[in-house]
């Protein structure tokens, strides 16, 4: 059986994360948050004192065999489309969402050797009968086969808008300027970097999110899948 893939890239704060969750429910298929896993593995090298060594080689092949072996799970709940995340057992949903460890995230990401190491484990998610893929390399190097590739962003602004009002909703105190500054610099390390940088790949349809909502563009994503999705 085909399984199908759906690979939704984009830079953080364009919405994707909402939109590939609510995809997967429309779609009954299963959901894969990559960024998930890069904050995972910068939380779990932080445990272990190892993010401010990534240069020795010691302590990186160490820190791969810990991306290799993560104690994680995702448990997910149908009805509200919210997915709970353990780390080791230990509930870590909303610490892996701070800005600090999103942080943590970016520069583990740029390190080829700890991508590598995540290579199988994302792979590992497509299972009958869909995928829907979340990140920001799934269409270029994850999963280049994906019948449909989706790339969505937004103005830089408009995501640092949308990231403040997540953040006071979880009841944290944030600075406008502080998290554009911050949406800024991890946009240029995660575009600048030379694995897996972010961008779209050449067949993939780009969507604009800076002055369209949740559901118009949920929509024009569903529109588009269908059309090119074998039902
Ligand atoms: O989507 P996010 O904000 O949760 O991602 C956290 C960091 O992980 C971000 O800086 C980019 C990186 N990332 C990546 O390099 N490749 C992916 N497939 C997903 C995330």
Redesign the pocket.
């Known amino acids: 059986m085909t399984v199908t893939i759906i690979t939704i890239?984009g830079p953080?704060g364009s919405g994707?994360?909402t939109l590939a969750a609510k995809l997967a429910q429309h779609y009954q298929f299963h959901l894969l948050?990559?960024?998930?896993?890069?904050?995972l593995l910068g939380l779990a090298l932080s445990q272990q004192n190892l993010l401010d060594d990534l240069d020795d080689l010691h302590r990186l092949q160490q820190s791969a065999s810990i991306a290799q072996n993560l104690n994680i799970c995702f448990l997910s709940d149908d009805a509200t489309t919210k997915t709970r995340v353990l780390l080791n057992d230990i509930e870590v949903t909303e610490q892996i969402r701070t800005e600090q460890v999103?942080e943590y995230?970016?520069r583990?990401?740029a390190i080829p050797v700890l991508?590598e190491a995540l290579y199988k484990r994302q792979r590992d998610f497509a299972q009958a009968p869909g995928l829907i893929a979340?990140?920001?390399?799934?269409a270029t190097t994850?999963f280049p086969e994906a019948q449909v590739k989706i790339f969505l962003t937004a103005s830089a602004q408009s995501r640092a808008e949308r990231r403040v009002k997540q953040l006071r909703d979880m009841g944290m105190d944030v600075n406008i300027c502080t998290i554009l500054a911050n949406i800024q610099a991890?946009d240029e390390?995660?575009t600048q970097r030379s694995v897996?940088p972010?961008k779209a790949a050449e067949d993939a349809y780009v969507i604009d999110s800076s002055n369209l909502g949740i559901e118009a563009v949920f929509q024009q994503m569903v529109q588009y899948i269908d059309r090119h999705i074998a039902k």
């Open positions: 890239d953080s994707k994360g948050d990559s960024g998930a896993l890069y904050r999103g995230a970016s583990v990401a991508r979340d990140g920001r390399d799934m994850i991890r390390r995660d897996a972010l």
